[in-house]
C-alpha cells in the first residue's frame, strides 16, 4: 500500500483565491482527519470523518473552510476564500476504529497565502 | 482549550543519554494515548502507544509511561541517538461517536539530540 496520499505538496495562492486540498485514505480505513500544523498550535484536528460521515468539525476555524468525503477513497479540504494567516501545513490522516487511535499520516500539503 | 499540553517546545540531551518527554491531558475520557515522531517535511509517524489500563509499555529504547491519577504521561528514549532528533508529539485517543475514534495532539517538543 502506498499509504495517504496527499496532493499538492506545495501550493502558493494569492489571497482570496480558493483552495482544494486532496486526500487519498489507506484502503481500507475508515476514519480519515485533517490536521493543519502552526508553529503557534502545533496540530490541529480540523474535521474528521467515519465511515464518510463528518463526526466532529468544530475544529474548522470558519466558514471559509469547508471538507468533503464523497466516498472512502477520497476527500477534500476547501479554503475559499483564502487569507494568509491560513499559510500551515495541512495533513490527512486515516485509521481503523480497531487501532484505537493509530493513525496513518500523509506527507502534508504547505499552503502559502500571499 | 488544550486537553493535550506538552509544556516543553524544545529538549537537547547528549548522545548515550535518557530523553523524557512529557505530556499532560485533562479529559478523563481518553483511553489511549499514542506518541508521533516527526521529520521536517514530513508527515507524523506512529512510534509507541499505551493503553490507559497499563502504566508501562516498552519497545526496545523508547518506553512510555502513564500516570492516570496525575494526567501524565512520558517518553523515555534510552539511549538517546542523534537520529532521534525530531519533533515528538503526544496524542490521546476516545471513542467520539459509535465506533469512530477522535485523535487529540500535543503542541510536540523538539527534541535535538548532540552528538
Known amino acids: 500500500d502506498a499509504g495517504v496520499i496527499q496532493s499538492p505538496r506545495h501550493e502558493v495562492t494569492e489571497m482570496g483565491q480558493e483552495v482544494t486540498l486532496r486526500c487519498k485514505p489507506i484502503?481500507?480505513?475508515?476514519?480519515l482527519f485533517w490536521y493543519r500544523q502552526t508553529m503557534m498550535r502545533g496540530l490541529e484536528l480540523l474535521i474528521y470523518?467515519?465511515?464518510?460521515?463528518?463526526?466532529?468539525d468544530s475544529g474548522m476555524p470558519e466558514d471559509r473552510f469547508s471538507a468533503k468525503m464523497p466516498n472512502a477513497s477520497f476527500s477534500t479540504l476547501k479554503i475559499q476564500p483564502s487569507e494568509p494567516r491560513d499559510s500551515a501545513v495541512y495533513f490527512c490522516?486515516?485509521?481503523?476504529?480497531?487501532?484505537?487511535?493509530?493513525?496513518?499520516f500523509g506527507q502534508g500539503t504547505r499552503l502559502t497565502v500571499v | 482549550d488544550q486537553q493535550v499540553k506538552q509544556n516543553s517546545p524544545s529538549l537537547s540531551v547528549q548522545e548515550g543519554r535518557i530523553s523524557i518527554l512529557n505530556c499532560d491531558y485533562t479529559?478523563?475520557?481518553?483511553?489511549?494515548f499514542l506518541w508521533y515522531k516527526k521529520y521536517p517535511a514530513e508527515g507524523p509517524t506512529f512510534l509507541i502507544s499505551?493503553?490507559?489500563?497499563?502504566d508501562k509499555n516498552e519497545d526496545g529504547r523508547f518506553t512510555v509511561f502513564l500516570n492516570k491519577s496525575a494526567k501524565h504521561l512520558s517518553l523515555h528514549i534510552v539511549p538517546s541517538q542523534p537520529g532521534d532528533s525530531a519533533v515528538y508529539f503526544c496524542?490521546?485517543?476516545?471513542?467520539?461517536?459509535?465506533?469512530?475514534?477522535?485523535?487529540?495532539f500535543g503542541s510536540g517538543t523538539q527534541l535535538t539530540v548532540l552528538p
Open positions: 490522516a486515516s485509521s481503523l476504529a480497531l487501532l484505537l487511535g493509530k493513525a496513518f
Open positions: 484502503s481500507g480505513h475508515n476514519s
Open positions: 470523518f467515519n465511515n464518510n460521515v463528518p463526526i466532529d
Open positions: 479529559n478523563s475520557m481518553f483511553d489511549y
Open positions: 499505551i493503553s490507559s489500563i497499563k
Open positions: 496524542a490521546a485517543s476516545e471513542i467520539s461517536s459509535g465506533s469512530a475514534r477522535q485523535l487529540t
